[in-house]
């Protein structure tokens, strides 16, 4: 598993369809449909859309990996800035971060995409 995350807008979804050769007929954009596809993009909308609907985003996920161990999730980092005054969505931001400690600790490569250009933050082999 693989793990790509940055800010909004700042090329991870391209830098890693560069990486790789997919095209984006492979991406997904839901957990249901990572199930049988080589990425997921937009985790961060996934994780809100599950809390929206009383479900548990780590569960979930973690059935994704169950599914599909090699998939490459893209995610948006929401954590930093401003603590936001409504409780959903500092729980949002709580909850996403926690599931990118989990993939992270679990992924075999974790990059960071900041203007397009990839810094590798974690690589198999290394803690």
Request: overall charge negative; some cysteine; charged content about 25%.
């Amino acid at each position: 598993m693989r793990l790509v995350i940055g800010g909004a807008y700042q090329g991870k979804l391209y830098w890693l369809l560069q990486q790789t050769g997919y095209t984006s007929s492979d991406v997904a954009y839901t957990l249901a449909d990572a199930q049988r596809k080589p990425i997921l993009a937009a985790l961060h909308l996934e994780i809100r859309k599950l809390l929206e609907e009383g479900r548990e985003p780590m569960r979930e996920v973690e059935a994704l990996l169950q599914e599909n161990p090699a998939v490459a999730v893209v995610c948006d980092e929401i954590g930093c800035g401003v603590v936001p005054v409504d409780a959903f969505e500092r729980a949002w931001r709580e909850e996403t971060g926690r599931v990118c400690c989990m993939l992270a600790e679990r992924a075999a490569r974790v990059d960071r995409v900041f203007c397009g250009i990839a810094t590798c933050l974690k690589r198999e082999g290394t803690p």
